[in-house]
């Protein structure tokens, strides 16, 4: 059974020679690194879009001026959302790998060079993402209900309103989508090559399930919200019912695929020490039959003292976790993913009563 040690609880400074990383991925570095000024980028961000928007439908006399519109305000959440998940999710991502470091093994020396791995995406990687996403949006665009855009007459004016919601928002969505797939693959292999992993130490083990909960809980708020704040523009439109069924399905995998290697070496492990105290109870237990049938009780009795060491030690490993989460987060996990479509049932039901 490994032995670890305890460590500071600080996120580590990343390599910068972990990999040759694209322009977003330096991007989500600098945000992370300048919480409050990469929140002013992102609300900029936000704001930038939205003006963008009711100028030209302001212009165009599609809304009256000063008003706002409820679509604009909707459709320019995307890009800011993709751009702060990754920063805040690389920043959680780190601070797991300080508290697992103990389970892995390797030098200290090692841990600024896995910490740049997790914003290593090659660039040319980033910008296929990025072309995808543009051409998702573009499609989205076109697939747009047309009752939500108005008289055909100069509708061209309100998809070029449009179009940087789209277009930003997809394009950044497959970015981040790739990212976090490098996030899930690296976790997994941190968790399949450590060399120190105790099983009783349970911090270690917990580290990593909070950040892929936290990325399938965001995937999974971010159809949510498509479906529900953005569920006119999803009506009809096949593309981006397509991204958001994905988006829901990539939810629930990235929670668990990551955390499957580890649970079979902890399964391993447990088993293993099971076996290692069963072996000794069956020497113990037939050294103490021999006694016994020898009539020699005095001996028998510092026997019967280690045959109860070795069954607390049995009934401690028994209890061991496999999983490497706390129970609680995966309640938590699957009260968040369901609670929204139980309300929405509720709610259509309801309105079914009410109906009739």
Known sequence: MATVTATDNAAV???????????????????????????????????????????????GDRVAAGTLDASALVLAVYSPLALSGLAIGLHIARRALTSFWPATGWPDTERADWAGRFM??????????????????????????????????????????????????YSLSLVALLVTVGWLRLI????????????????????????????GLSYAAVAYYSFTVNGAFQAGNLPSLAFLVATMLFAIVAFVAPLWGIHDRLVGEKDRLLLDVERRVTRLAAELYTR????????????????????TLRDRASRLPTWPWPPQLLGGFVSALL?????YLLTRFASTLVGT
């Open 120 to 169: 290593a995406t090659p660039a040319r990687y980033e910008w296929a993402a990025l072309l995808l996403g543009f051409v998702g949006g573009v499609l989205a665009l076109a697939a747009t209900p047309q009752s939500l855009l108005g008289p055909a007459e100069g509708r061209l004016l309100v998809y070029i309103a449009y179009a940087p919601d789209f277009l930003l928002g």
């Open 13 to 59: 400074e990343p390599s910068r020679a972990s990999g040759a990383t694209g322009p977003l991925g330096r991007t989500v570095e600098w945000l992370a690194a300048r919480p409050w000024r990469g929140a002013l980028v992102v609300v900029g961000l936000y704001l930038l879009q939205a003006a963008w928007t009711h100028a030209l439908l302001w212009a």
């Open 292 to 311: 016994i049938d020898a009539d020699d009780f005095a001996a028998s009795a510092p026997l019967n003292a280690t045959m109860s060491g070795l069954i």
């Open 188 to 215: 997994a292999q941190i968790h399949r090559e450590a060399t120190a992993i105790d099983p009783f130490d349970r911090a270690p083990l917990y580290a990593f399930s909070r950040v892929t909960a936290i990325i």
């Open 339 to 343: 609670l929204p479509v139980v309300v």
